[in-house]
């Protein structure tokens, strides 16, 4: 059985820095693209950055480029977010999915394409 396993969040303040990682185990890790998710309270879930299984060319939610880089070790089955420069409305719960396809496409931040999804792991932005 699949399972998708987010860790690395907590609190940090404006301005600071976190990384998350994602560990997908059962899964043919180096044949899906994976992304990564986040909601917000009251909001809905959206989007934040896709990689495909080379690991080249990610995908990002014009919220987060710049600030945001994704990345993964195939090796280790392990997706990596590392977040710079964190602002308040960054606070949210981040989510780690397998996408269904090895490449993301346009269409990448629709949650329909995704077949394994991890629990979540909290990030928090103090002011």
């Known amino acids: 059985q699949v399972q998708v396993v987010e860790s690395g969040g907590g609190l940090v303040q404006a301005g600071g820095s976190l990384r998350l990682s994602c560990t997908a185990s059962e899964l043919s890790f180096d044949d899906y693209a994976m992304g990564w998710f986040r909601q917000a309270p009251g909001k809905e879930r959206e989007g934040v950055s896709c990689i495909p299984w080379t690991g080249r060319s990610p995908y990002y939610s014009d919220s987060v480029k710049g600030r945001f880089t994704i990345s993964r070790d195939n090796a280790k089955n392990t997706l990596y977010l590392q977040l710079n420069s964190l602002k308040p409305e960054d606070t949210a719960m981040y989510y780690c999915?397998?996408?269904?396809?090895?490449?993301?496409?346009?269409?990448?931040?629709?949650?329909?394409?995704?077949?394994?999804w991890g629990q979540g792991t909290q990030v928090t932005v103090s002011s």
């Open positions: 999915a397998a996408h269904q396809a090895s490449f993301c496409s346009d269409s990448w931040r629709q949650e329909r394409l995704y077949n394994y």
